[in-house]
């Protein structure tokens, strides 16, 4: 594509205070303008990048983006930039969102209506739907002409409900 964006987060970080990271990133294919933006993490001080990034910018949430425009680069090559900092506090910069339940856990239970009212439910609506195909199918429907009255049974030409004889080929329809 022309442009896309990915976001990489590193989990491998020493514990506090003092903490470092490398990241390589490799394409398996050429990329015409590579851009690059290291997020610094709040409450961090002392960050340095290596290499140096090019520019910086604030965020209006505080946080600090360090960019790199490294232009074209090409398929296969790692692109290389190491992160050290200072941070008391093991805390993310943004507090994460709740954890699922680990696999095997019960569910938390859900509020709603009871299971043996969605079995009626689903009980009654199945029982519904059969009556009504049997009833299709006979063509007794209220207010359904009959459904053998509708295509000539020697031509297989449609006829309207009230004719008695096919219009195609003169034959007497069934029961007319």
Do not use: M
Request: proline share 12%; aromatic share 10%; with cysteine.
């Amino acid at each position: 594509t022309r442009g896309f964006q990915f976001e990489y987060y590193v989990d491998g970080i020493a514990p506090p205070p003092q903490r470092a990271f490398t990241l390589d990133l490799v394409f398996p294919l050429a990329i015409e303008d590579l851009r690059v933006a290291v997020e610094q993490p709040l409450r961090s001080s002392a960050f340095t990048l290596t290499p140096p990034a090019a520019e910086t910018t604030t965020t209006p949430a505080g946080f600090t983006h360090h960019l790199y425009r490294v232009g074209r680069w090409p398929a296969g090559k790692a692109w290389r930039v190491q992160a050290a900092y200072r941070k008391e506090d093991a805390n993310p910069s943004i507090a994460r969102a709740a954890e699922p339940p680990p696999p095997g856990a019960a569910a938390p239970r859900q509020a709603g209506p009871p299971t043996w009212l969605w079995a009626t439910l689903i009980a009654v609506a199945g029982i519904l739907a059969g009556l009504g195909i049997w009833l299709l199918r006979r063509g007794r429907l209220p207010g359904r002409p009959d459904a053998r009255r509708l295509y000539c049974p020697h031509c297989g030409a449609r006829a309207r409900p009230r004719d008695r004889y096919c219009g195609k080929c003169g034959r007497p329809l069934a029961g007319g």
